[in-house]
């Protein structure tokens, strides 16, 4: 059984992700937040472990980290430090796969938009794992919108970013969070912009 570990599990994205896991799949997941108040209405699932604490204590991480088959990181903070950290713990527990949540608009790829400095620390974070040897895959969503639909398509580091201007769903998001993480061998070591559309629609 497949056992995932959400960083930041208390973001957005990553409570929209647990309602799916939870409903869509059998994994097993570990919630690590730093306050785990609102996670409490998942303790008493048999499937779920909320732990509280710090990506960037290293010390804790390597306690909570090993014995998992997929990272997923939704984080806000320090982001290369976070990269970094996560980067490093997973090497050594000899865990390989890494979903982490970025930006658009980290390699200038929206159409007519230049974001400037305000996506340094994105585009750090995303140059520290992109220089690691796991199993990564980054995605890079357009504006977000909590919109109660899944649909939405993706592009390639490399290819402009569609739609820009228009917001996709965390809930669209959230299903791709889910389907790279049952899925071992999708979109390994890439990159991808994630924005509205009907491609994939549920």
Same mark, same amino acid.
């Given at each position: 059984?497949?056992?995932?570990?959400?960083?930041?599990?208390?973001?957005?994205?990553?409570?929209?992700?647990?309602?799916?896991?939870?409903?869509?799949?059998?994994?097993?997941? *570990?919630?690590?937040?730093?306050? !785990?108040? %609102? &996670?409490?209405?998942? @303790?008493?699932?048999?499937?779920?472990?909320? #732990?509280? =604490?710090?990506?960037?204590?290293?010390?804790?991480?390597?306690?909570?980290?090993?014995?998992?088959?997929?990272?997923?990181?939704?984080?806000?903070?320090?982001?290369?430090?976070?990269?970094?950290?996560?980067?490093? *713990?997973?090497?050594?527990?000899? !865990?390989? %796969? &890494?979903?982490?949540? @970025?930006?658009?608009?980290?390699?200038?790829? #929206?159409? =007519?938009?230049?974001?400037?400095?305000?996506?340094?620390?994105?585009?750090?974070?995303?140059?520290?794992?992109?220089?690691?040897?796991?199993?990564?895959?980054?995605?890079?969503?357009?504006?977000?919108?909590?919109?109660?639909?899944?649909?939405?398509?993706?592009?390639?580091?490399?290819?402009?970013?569609?739609?820009?201007?228009?917001?996709?769903?965390?809930?669209?998001?959230?299903?791709?969070?889910?389907?790279?993480?049952?899925?071992?061998?999708?979109?390994?070591?890439?990159?991808?912009?994630?924005?509205?559309?009907?491609?994939?629609?549920?």
């Amino acid at each position: 059984m497949t056992r995932v570990l959400i960083l930041g599990a208390n973001g957005q994205i990553a409570r929209v992700a647990t309602d799916l896991f939870l409903a869509r799949t059998d994994v097993q997941l *570990t919630l690590f937040a730093r306050q !785990i108040r %609102r &996670l409490q209405q998942f @303790s008493g699932n048999p499937r779920v472990q909320v #732990v509280g =604490g710090d990506v960037l204590d290293l010390k804790g991480l390597e306690v909570v980290m090993p014995g998992h088959d997929v990272v997923y990181a939704n984080l806000a903070g320090p982001l290369e430090q976070l990269a970094r950290a996560i980067v490093k *713990t997973m090497v050594k527990a000899r !865990i390989k %796969r &890494l979903i982490f949540i @970025s930006s658009m608009g980290i390699y200038d790829e #929206v159409p =007519g938009e230049r974001y400037g400095s305000i996506l340094d620390p994105y585009r750090k974070a995303a140059a520290v794992i992109e220089a690691s040897d796991l199993d990564y895959t980054v995605l890079r969503p357009a504006w977000l919108s909590d919109r109660d639909e899944i649909a939405y398509g993706t592009t390639q580091k490399g290819e402009p970013f569609q739609a820009a201007g228009e917001s996709v769903s965390r809930k669209s998001v959230a299903d791709l969070v889910a389907l790279l993480a049952i899925t071992p061998s999708l979109e390994i070591r890439q990159s991808l912009g994630v924005h509205r559309d009907g491609t994939h629609v549920r």
